[in-house]
């Protein structure tokens, strides 16, 4: 093997040496340093090297590894260091520890990965040598003046380095002492290497240290100016103070914020607590400096106090006409509500502080619950504010957030009466059965003190810090379903059912309502547009299938669309008519169906009521050969299930009476399907209608389809009572049905709803034998061939 002698490590060194790469390290000559070598290849190198001149080439990388962990023999510098290695540690991990000492630089003329390792052809450097020691000679002094000087200034790498590199002479050691303790980046580091002389090594040295000086005195410049800006806050505000008191004595204080709001204060008509607690927050505010946070924190609680309306009102238009006119103008029907507004209007004349209703609409959507409270308002001539709880999770929402919190802000309760400037406004709570909770709280929880009478005179908001009356009040809240109101909440509210509208009752808030709203929206003429009875029934009935009347008027309101339209692009008014709808609304959605007016075996006609209003809905069973089993389809809940166990159960009780051979129960199944499979249904108000559907499957005989029915059925056979009596007759009407039945003991809930049920035959029953006597018709003739069960 060839070696090459270099002049400056006075050893001889192999003309080729295994290569480690270094990533963010550059070795000089004389340094000590350890790395850590994780390429089996590379480890591989050094273990050969070990074995002979245990010297190493160390090569700076260009760049950091790529994805696979590799480097390019390209992205290696081109002059490197000759090391020694000095220990070697195995990792038990996988890879080695060297320990290595900088000899000599070196060039290299080619570098060949092999499989045992990465290699490098080398060229011994040597420096140029020190013509003119008295060059190096000052280089050196001005390094430690510029060392001295950054001990001085409190900047020195340690508290030894001054004194360390004063003793030194060396201009070597004295370029190495200094390179360990500059920071370096690989680049700069590498032009150092690089350099050909120490002249040119000792200037860069000198250049770096010079850097680290002015990056020193930069940033101790910027904690001098910052020290100097904060001792002139304080000394501002030392003076302002001063300032303060002066013109305090000469009485030219300019305080006026806080004396207007002082003056504010002695008009308000406030507890004796909350006049202390305000007078107090007024003399913090005195006492904190106006530019400080707190200032504007204890600013903002204090014109949310005094922007309330703590003893504003507004007075009650207290005509009983005038109220029965505005409710009966702007609303059809809705009876019950109405009466209990008038009823409150009468208390309200013989006791002026009567205690104000907290009422709960509960009814399926577009059944004009929202818009009720604006028209109570309207009639009671006070102040409207809607306040939506769907959807809210946060107990801050109601109570407010504490003034701890940056950007804290009172409930929405306390921002609705700001709003409302009086504090006996009509708040409508909409969507009270939509509250969530998480773990910021239960705002339901949160209402319970909002809603009942006996706590909300003194309703405390965590952010005002003061109770507020809320008394006055008139609360009415708005939900599709009381299933999701806690039991305690539901107790505070005077619970006012709103149920879907009759056919009568649809046209009629059609022709009323909806019908001049949406010309009136369209600029359309009321006297050239028209819109008869039997178009409106026909979109009622033939596209819409809804308790309230929302899709309804979106329908009348695209047909007014089109109406437009045609004017303006034909100059033509259209003729609207049933025949011609479903030019402009499509094909009609809900007609007839053919089976519904069939009589069939084993499809029996269910009532249902749902949070949306009352549904029909169809209940099939079929017997088929098996073993006995009842089998349960169309997402049907445990109590539905229990429903269908329970009637199966009685009819193979009374299998005798029907004429039913019991080997029918064990030497087939049967299956109940009730369609719409992807609708979840529960309840056991199908008791009677899973029965009949049941027996009819059994014994062949067909059930009336044009009767509806609903009820619980026991084992006994007693038909139990059921809710939802005026939603199931409705949706018994959608579907003309001719005839219902109902529990006998259901009857009492017809009082008052009597004009609904007079175009549909009501029929009462107390057991199960009553239905079947209604329902299930003669088995039909068998022709010849056909085997009967």
Known sequence: MKTLVNKTAREAIPEILPVIPTMDVVVFPHMLVPLLV??????????????????????????????????????????????????????????????VQGIAKARTTDIVAEADGLYARLEAIDETPMNNADEITIQVNMIKKLAEKMSASGHSFSPDFHVILSKMQDPEKIADFILSHLTLTVEQAQALLEKQSLQALLDGIYRQLNKEVEVAEIQEKIRIDARESMNKSQKEFYLREQLRAIKKELGEDDGEEIDAMREKLSTLKLSEGTHKEVVRQLGRLDRTAPDSMEAAVIRNHLEWIFALPWDKETEDNLDLAHAKAILEEEHHGLKDIKERILDFLSVQTLKKDGVAPILCLVGP???????????????????????????????????????????????????????????????????????????????????????????????????????????????????????????????????????????????????????????????????????????????????????????????????????????????????????????????????????????????????????????????????????????????????????????????RAHASEFGIDSKVFTCNDLHIHVPAGATPKDGP?????????????????????????????????????????????????????????????????????????????????????????????????TTKGERRR
């Open 38 to 99: 994780l390429d089996e290849k590379i480890i591989e190198g050094i273990h050969k090297s070990l074995e002979q001149s245990k010297l190493v080439l160390l090569l700076v990388a260009k760049r950091q590894v790529d994805e696979h962990g590799a480097i390019g023999t390209k992205d290696l510098y081109q002059i490197g260091t000759v090391a020694s290695i000095m220990r070697l540690i195995k990792i038990p991990e996988g890879g080695i520890k060297i320990l």
């Open 365 to 651: 959507p577009g059944t004009g619950k929202t818009s009720l409270g604006k028209s109570i308002a309207k009639s009671l001539g006070r102040e409207y504010v809607r306040i939506s709880l769907g959807g809210v999770k946060d107990e801050a929402e109601i109570r407010g957030h504490r003034r701890t919190y940056v950007g804290a802000m009172p409930g929405r309760f306390i921002q609705a009466l700001r709003k409302a400037q009086s504090k006996n406004p009509v708040i409508i709570i909409d969507e009270l059965d939509k509250i969530g909770s998480d773990f910021r709280g239960d705002p339901s929880a949160a209402m319970l003190e909002v809603l009942d009478p006996q706590q909300n005179q003194s309703f405390y908001d965590n952010y005002l810090g003061v109770p507020f009356d809320l008394s006055k009040v008139m609360f009415i809240a708005t939900a599709n379903s009381l299933e999701t109101i806690s039991v305690p909440l539901r107790d505070r509210m005077e619970i006012i059912d709103l149920s879907g509208y009759t056919l009568e009752e649809k046209i009629g808030i059609a022709q009323k309502h909806l019908v001049p709203k949406a010309l009136t929206d369209t600029g359309l003429d009321q006297k050239i547009t028209k819109f008869n009875k039997e178009l409106l029934i026909d979109i009622i009935t033939n596209y819409t299938r809804e308790s309230g009347v929302r899709q309804c008027e979106r329908l009348i309101r695209t047909l007014c669309s089109k109406t437009a339209r045609a004017l303006v692009e034909n100059k033509k008014t259209l003729v609207l008519s049933a025949k011609n709808l479903d030019i402009y609304l499509g094909p009609r959605k809900f007609l007839e169906e053919k089976h519904s007016t069939e009589d069939q075996i084993g499809i029996a006609n269910g009532l249902a009521w749902t949070s949306y209003g009352g549904e029909m809905l169809k209940i099939e069973a079929i017997l088929m050969p098996g073993k006995g089993k009842l089998i349960l389809t169309g997402q049907l809940g445990d109590v539905m299930k229990e429903s269908a166990q329970a009637a199966l159960s009685y009819a």
């Open 685 to 781: 108000s199908a008791g009677i209608t899973m029965l009949t559907s049941i027996l009819s499957a059994l014994t062949g005989r067909p059930i009336n389809a044009q009767c509806a029915m609903t009820g619980e059925l026991n084992l006994r056979g007693e038909v139990m009572p059921i809710g939802g009596v005026r939603e199931k007759i409705l949706a018994a009407k959608r579907n003309k049905m001719t005839s219902v039945i109902f529990p006998l003991s259901n009857q009492a809930d017809l009082v008052g709803i009597e004009d609904i049920a007079k175009d549909i035959n009501v029929l009462w029953v107390k057991h199960a034998n009553e239905v079947l006597q209604h329902v299930l018709l003669q088995r039909p003739a």
